[in-house]
């Protein structure tokens, strides 16, 4: 019973290597394999390259001796490479294929299937347990599968050789031609290639790269052509030398003339005429040269325009068949046309024509394209002046167009202030020339000597003068200096632009003290002489700070032409202001104290209305979701302005010194240069009040007052990062609680991780992707604030007395919508609900939604769009 198993054993060892053929097979296989590669990869990838590079028409750059001992090299390398290879190579053994085989089982079963019983033998029960050793190795082997062969070489190839040569082979495939492999036979004399197909030929044309056309293939053009001026003409003769000749009349080549059956040949075409090849199979074509047109240029009057700053916006048009890629604005003083009176009549200093870059499209085609220089020359000395504009540019060919001149008067900012009118004046003058230096000094001891009381508003103003004229008067004697002149000009611009503006801030400040203190003084029961003082007091702030508002209302309208409503709207809200101090005083002198303090705190009420209905900011009183509300406008305006930052720095790195000539104050073509403003119709206010707003980082202000906002990436992440903290904080303060104010939240989280995206961008200097976050940090915002205006209507409808009414200051008079109460004064007004009893913030909604959809549509006129974006803006 013991020998019973052993008798099947050959027969079970039988079965075993019929079930391992396949997989032994595969392993020597891979063994070949393996040895194959090792041995020959630096054949094959030899091979591999040659094959490439006469794929991609190689040897077709170089001279036919070049190309031939390239040939014999690499014949020679690949021959040494042979002997290397088959020198290294050892076939694999059966035996060899039968070890990897079973290294890759476990416990080795095919070699202890070979191995026979050592101890025991005879004894029964060691028997029977070899033979289940032997059964489980059987067990084993039947389940063998060939091991894949291992094919890396990296250790052999360490540069990477093997993968070059594949590249240049896919590349090859996808951009040559296995024809061209043959080539190299073909160009030997009476080769075998040439006798058994004859000459043969190929070209090209190659058109200018700037002109974007595609290259031509000469074989597959017709009898006629016509191509750009200064195109390649590339020829390739194949088959025995002389059997084919080139001719040609378009290059007017006169010197350095080949042969006509030289196998390579090349020219540029410069004008008409024929192009032939001679010979078997040859070909004749009439070419015709297409001349580069020069491009050309249009001042264009319609759509230019001057904010009340002095920022100019002039538009232009250009076009070129093959595109424009630069060009100047070249402003020139018409002399002939100046009012040669006053400080003008003595020679003017030569001077350099005024000089700007155009801004060019960054996307799209230049071939035919609209756009505005926009530029702030308010501080050059021909401000004002008649000049001539002419507008030049250019094309990648060198040449160049221009515009005819157009008369104008230099765009500039306009003085209201007749003190500041009358210094820009003799700054202009002292700029003219320095003879007038005498004369200037003359005019401002004039202006300054015993001055009236309400000639200066602020003493520190007379000072500077006065600081100003010492200096002037000082540098007479040793002879005024071109630097010297330029500083006391820059401190005379400085000083006209403080007193213009004004500071309503303090002027507004002062009013509101001297509210205070009459209405303390009427409590108080003070002297009439003293109620008097100080109604005077009162009535003086008022009109200072009226006047400084009509000055920046003037301002406003010459440059963005309000319609008439808001003008009358805003001089019946003054006079009703005169009306209601002239209540005021009418009821102290009667001795109704009690009723001249209830006008007073009505007269109150009425300011703030005023400020509310001129959009000035500060107002502060109105209730938490409000307050949000504006908070989040502000921080969008700002937003939007980095925006514009950031694309204009931009289109700067795409068009270099494009904002050269850029005088400090310059605020681009839309945005505050650092001043977080992003439209020309707020400029003025955002720059005069653009710290004193609900959310209004700290600092940002101080940029968008001085007008310097730098420019530079870092910069504009430093700010970027001041705008998501105060973002941060906006959200920390939203009122209320629901779904709504939750998705206020939500959205201003979001508009957060854009703006930390945005930050990145900057200080990596990726503008493009600092736009892309800074777009989806707006989109963000306005998701916002329109979901915080949801949960301000839920709010709203809870409350008692309806939408959008609100209890009078006076009797029982209701206030509209917009928080004006009618019937104020002496103005007419009605008890109506202009929105007859519908959702005030759904309603706003709606028509800030209709005016994103119109001012998006590219078919509707650019001055309604314009007046479209003004709108949201502002609202």
């Known amino acids: 019973m013991a020998q019973t198993p052993n008798q099947h054993a050959p027969d079970s060892h039988e079965a075993v290597r019929q079930r391992?053929?396949?997989?032994?097979?595969?392993?020597?296989?891979?063994?070949?394999?393996?040895?194959?590669?090792?041995?020959?990869?630096?054949?094959?990838?030899?091979?591999?390259?040659?094959?490439?590079?006469?794929?991609?028409g190689w040897q077709d750059l170089f001279s036919f001796e070049v190309t031939a001992a390239a040939a014999i090299a690499a014949c020679l390398g690949a021959l040494a490479l042979l002997v290397v290879g088959v020198s290294g190579f050892r076939w694999p053994r059966r035996a060899e294929a039968l070890a990897r085989l079973d290294a890759g089982l476990p416990g080795r079963p095919l070699q202890a299937l070979g191995d026979a019983q050592a101890i025991g033998r005879g004894d029964a029960a060691s028997e029977a347990l070899w033979q289940t050793h032997l059964e489980r190795m059987q067990k084993a082997a039947a389940s063998a599968r060939a091991p894949r062969p291992d094919l890396r070489i990296a250790r052999l190839d360490r540069f990477g050789l093997r993968y070059i040569a594949l590249l240049g082979l896919v590349v090859a495939v996808m951009f040559g031609s296995v024809l061209r492999i043959?080539?190299?036979a073909q160009m030997l004399p009476g080769g075998a290639a040439g006798l058994a197909t004859g000459p043969a030929w190929e070209g090209w044309i190659e058109p200018p790269v700037y002109t974007g056309l595609p290259?031509?293939?000469?074989?597959?053009?017709?009898?006629?052509?016509?191509?750009?001026?200064?195109?390649?003409?590339?020829?390739?003769?194949?088959?025995?030398?002389?059997?084919?000749?080139?001719?040609?009349?378009?290059?007017?080549?006169?010197?350095?003339?080949?042969?006509?059956?030289?196998?390579?040949?090349?020219?540029?075409?410069?004008?008409?005429?024929t192009l032939a090849i001679d010979g078997p199979g040859g070909r004749t074509w009439d070419i015709r040269a297409v001349p580069d047109t020069a491009p050309s240029a249009e001042v264009l009057a319609e759509g230019a325009k001057t904010t009340f700053d002095g920022q100019m916006s002039q538009p232009y048009a250009a076009r070129d068949d093959h595109g424009v890629i630069g060009g100047t604005a070249r402003f020139a003083l018409d002399l002939g046309a100046v009012d040669r009176r006053h400080g003008l009549a003595a020679e003017p200093e030569p001077r350099e024509p005024i000089t700007l870059d155009l801004p060019l499209p960054i996307t799209g085609s230049r071939t035919e394209f609209t756009e505005a220089l926009?530029?702030?020359?308010?501080?050059?000395?021909?401000?004002?002046?008649?000049?001539?504009?002419?507008?030049?540019v250019e094309d990648a060919a060198g040449q160049t167009g221009a515009s005819a001149p157009m008369p104008m008067d230099l765009p500039a900012r306009r003085f209201f202030d007749p003190v500041a009118a009358a210094l820009i004046e003799q700054r202009r003058d002292l700029l003219w020339s320095r003879d007038n230096a005498t004369r200037v000094a003359q005019v401002i001891r004039a202006v300054s000597y015993k001055p009236e009381e309400k000639l200066f508003r602020d003493p520190a103003d007379f000072l500077k003068l006065r600081t100003i004229l010492r200096r002037l008067e000082a540098s007479l004697e040793g002879g005024l200096d071109a630097e010297t002149r330029d500083e006391l000009a820059a401190a005379l611009w400085d000083l006209a632009v403080t007193m213009e503006d004004g500071d309503i801030g303090d002027a507004l400040e002062r009013m509101r003290e001297a509210q205070e203190r009459l209405s303390e003084a009427m409590r108080n029961g003070a002297s009439e002489d003293e109620v008097a003082r100080l109604m005077q007091e009162l009535r003086d702030a008022t009109d200072d700070y009226l006047r400084q508002k009509s000055q920046q209302a003037q301002?406003?309208?010459e440059t963005d032409q309000r319609d008439m409503g808001d003008r009358e709207m805003t001089m019946l809200s003054q006079q009703d202001l005169q009306d209601m101090m002239d209540r005021i005083q009418e009821l102290m002198q009667e001795g109704r104290m009690a009723e001249a303090e209830e006008a007073l705190r009505q007269f109150q009420e009425m300011m703030e209305n005023l400020r509310v209905t001129e959009g000035q900011p500060g107002q502060g009183e109105g209730s938490p979701g409000q307050q949000a509300m504006e908070g989040l406008a502000d921080t969008l305006r700002q937003q939007q302005g980095l925006s514009d930052q950031a694309f204009r720095d931009l289109q700067e790195q795409f068009n270099p010194g494009a904002r050269a000539g850029e005088s400090q104050g310059n605020e681009g073509r839309n945005g505050g240069q650092g001043r977080g403003q992003s439209h020309e119709g707020q400029g003025g206010q955002g720059e005069a009040q653009g710290g004193e707003g609900e959310g209004n980082p700290q600092g940002e202000g101080q940029q968008r007052q001085s007008g310097q906002g730098g420019g530079q990436p870092g910069d504009l992440a430093a700010r970027q990062e001041a705008l998501r903290q105060e973002l941060e904080r906006q959200r920390g303060s939203l009122p209320g609680?629901?779904?709504?104010?939750?998705?206020?939240?939500?959205?201003?989280?979001?508009?957060?991780?854009?703006?930390?995206?945005a930050e990145e961008a900057l200080r990596g200097d990726d503008l493009a992707e600092a736009i892309d976050r800074q777009a989806e940090?707006?989109?963000?915002?306005?998701?916002?604030?329109?979901?915080?205006?949801?949960?301000?209507?839920?709010?709203?409808?809870?409350?008692?007395?309806?939408?959008?009414?609100?209890?009078?200051?006076?009797?029982?008079?209701?206030?509209?919508?917009?928080?004006?109460?009618?019937g104020q004064g002496d103005r007419a007004g009605t008890d109506g609900n202009l929105l007859q009893g519908e959702d005030v913030y759904r309603r706003a909604r709606e028509l800030l939604e209709e005016l994103r959809r119109r001012s998006g549509e590219g078919a509707r006129p650019e001055v309604e769009r314009d007046y479209l974006e003004r709108l949201l803006e502002r609202f």
């Open 777 to 822: 940090a707006m989109d963000a915002l306005r998701d916002g604030m329109r979901s915080l205006g949801e949960a301000m209507a839920e709010q709203q409808g809870e409350r008692q007395g309806g939408q959008g009414q609100a209890q009078g200051a006076t009797g029982g008079q209701q206030s509209d919508p917009l928080g004006r109460t009618p």
């Open 20 to 56: 391992l053929r396949g997989p032994l097979s595969l392993t020597w296989a891979g063994l070949l394999a393996e040895r194959l590669v090792r041995a020959f990869w630096p054949l094959w990838t030899l091979m591999i390259g040659c094959g490439a590079a006469l794929m991609l």
């Open 182 to 184: 043959g080539a190299p």
């Open 555 to 557: 301002r406003e309208d």
């Open 737 to 757: 609680s629901g779904a709504a104010t939750e998705e206020a939240r939500g959205a201003l989280d979001r508009a957060g991780e854009a703006m930390d995206g």
């Open 374 to 392: 926009v530029e702030n020359l308010s501080e050059h000395p021909w401000a004002h002046m008649p000049m001539t504009l002419t507008i030049e």
């Open 215 to 273: 290259t031509l293939y000469l074989a597959d053009q017709g009898e006629r052509i016509e191509v750009p001026e200064g195109s390649r003409v590339m020829v390739r003769l194949y088959g025995e030398l002389g059997a084919l000749a080139l001719s040609e009349t378009v290059s007017g080549r006169t010197d350095d003339l080949g042969a006509a059956t030289d196998p390579a040949q090349g020219f540029d075409v410069t004008q008409d005429g």
